[in-house]
């Protein structure tokens, strides 16, 4: 949507068909009802809530960093329908190494994730030599993309160009990595997030005044404005701020009377404990990944990180090994190529019950050596595709009898 169609529609909204267009107001663009147009939403708590306003964040940067930089720093490869790494495929390289010149594969996923997670959408382009191979992988600006679709719902992509022309490009043309639902984390959670600032921001206030409720001062005549400006002006000079805590004193006989207001009674330690949670929920990240450990133990520490893996990390592994399919291998290369993480490292936690599970099926047949590899993203070795039991069947001829040993003879 256009900005001059947008305020069409903001001006458009409550007008009675009857009125005609001339008698529609109309508004800058530093209107408030012109900042939807640009994101720019503010929440119930008086925040304006932004990418860049929400990376302020401590809960909000940890849960993208997490998720991010987890999917950058697993190793993606390229392999044959055996098993068997395809390093001398063209995507090889860009999916495990350097996706471009300047930028490493992990820098590139880190980059593109992190769009995804603060504006709904990461893009970019693949570069092709004459023979139609990708040579390279350029990230572009979300905010210079918008997805088109046509009756059968194929999409190409629409590029604003910085010298301010535009150009399409195809789908096979443009990786791109959504986040659920195409939109953004920030944009679900604007509410919650305008709501840990907002407190953040009360309480830094709270402790800007040195940490000390409010309080009222009593004098025993009815003062003018002059003077109570005066008197108010020299008070926080005084008291305030650096200056808290400074012994008071007061004539005329003045009297300051201290107001029973207590920072636990306002709960402000468990309101920004809840705004992480709900941060955490909207991330779909374990609240003690987040460092809200105050419902945290040993056992359910571990499985926040199980859970971590399975509910948060897998969709965005799918996403990223979906759209390396769609734009690094042909249709026709699929059927003998894939493009796939290794998850080894972040199942490392749970080495233990792998191997006994491993154990247990290889030992009664369920599993051959080669398709246990095949799970661990091995290639097959030679004669490992028997299901003996190795445990009790090893193989070896039969041990010689000693001289001493009784026969039946």
């Known amino acids: 949507m256009g900005i001059m169609s947008g305020l069409a529609r903001?001006?458009?909204?409550?007008?009675?068909?009857?009125?005609?267009?001339?008698?529609?107001?109309?508004?800058?663009?530093?209107?408030?009802?012109?900042?939807?147009?640009?994101?720019?939403?503010?929440?119930?708590?008086?925040?304006t809530v932004t990418a860049q306003s929400a990376m302020r964040v401590p809960a909000v940067r940890r849960a993208v960093s997490l998720i991010a930089e987890s999917v950058a720093t697993l190793p993606f490869k390229t392999y044959h329908a055996d098993k068997e790494t395809a390093k001398d495929h063209p995507s090889y390289g860009l999916v495990h190494d350097w996706s471009n010149?300047?930028?490493?594969?992990?820098?590139?996923?880190?980059?593109?994730t992190t769009d995804a997670l603060l504006r709904g959408h990461g893009f970019a382009q693949v570069a092709r030599n004459s023979e139609g191979k990708p040579v390279f992988l350029l990230r572009m600006d979300p905010a210079a993309v918008d997805v088109e679709t046509d009756d059968f719902g194929e999409p190409s992509y629409r590029i604003r160009l910085k010298n301010g022309g535009e150009t399409i490009l195809p789908h096979h043309d443009v990786l791109h990595i959504h986040a659920g639902g195409g939109a953004s984390p920030i944009s679900h959670a604007r509410e919650a997030i305008g709501l840990a600032v907002a407190s953040e921001q009360h309480l830094a206030g709270f402790f800007k005044n040195g940490g000390r409720p409010s309080g009222v001062i009593r004098h025993p005549e009815k003062l003018d404005a002059d003077t109570l400006k005066k008197l108010t002006g020299s008070w926080f000079n005084t008291h305030g701020g650096e200056q808290a805590g400074k012994t008071a004193i007061l004539d005329e006989g003045m009297e300051f009377q201290e107001i029973a207001l207590k920072l636990a009674d306002a709960e402000f330690s468990e309101v920004r404990r809840e705004q992480v949670r709900e941060v955490a929920r909207a991330f779909g990240v374990p609240p003690a990944l987040l460092y809200e450990t105050s419902r945290a133990t040993w056992s359910n520490f571990e499985q926040s990180h199980r859970d971590f893996i399975t509910n948060t990390l897998r969709p965005w592994i799918?996403?990223?090994?979906?759209?390396?399919?769609r734009v690094l291998l042909s249709p026709e290369e699929r059927?003998?190529?894939?493009?796939?993480a290794i998850t080894n490292d972040i199942m490392s936690a749970d080495l233990a019950s792998r191997a006994t599970f491993y154990s247990q099926f290889r030992s009664t047949g369920v599993l051959s050596i080669n398709e246990i590899r095949a799970l661990e993203n091995l290639p097959p070795v030679p004669g490992g595709d028997t299901r003996e039991n190795p445990f009790t069947t090893t193989g070896a001829a039969p041990a010689p009898k000693s001289e001493d040993q009784p026969t039946n003879e």
Do not use: C, M
Request: proline content about 6%; charged content about 25%.
């Open 318 to 325: 799918g996403r990223w090994e979906a759209a390396y399919t």
């Open 10 to 47: 903001i001006v458009g909204r409550g007008v009675p068909e009857q009125k005609a267009a001339s008698e529609q107001k109309s508004i800058s663009l530093t209107d408030p009802e012109a900042f939807p147009l640009f994101g720019v939403v503010p929440v119930a708590s008086g925040v």
């Open 335 to 340: 059927s003998r190529f894939y493009i796939e």
């Open 101 to 112: 010149d300047w930028t490493s594969a992990k820098d590139f996923r880190e980059q593109l």
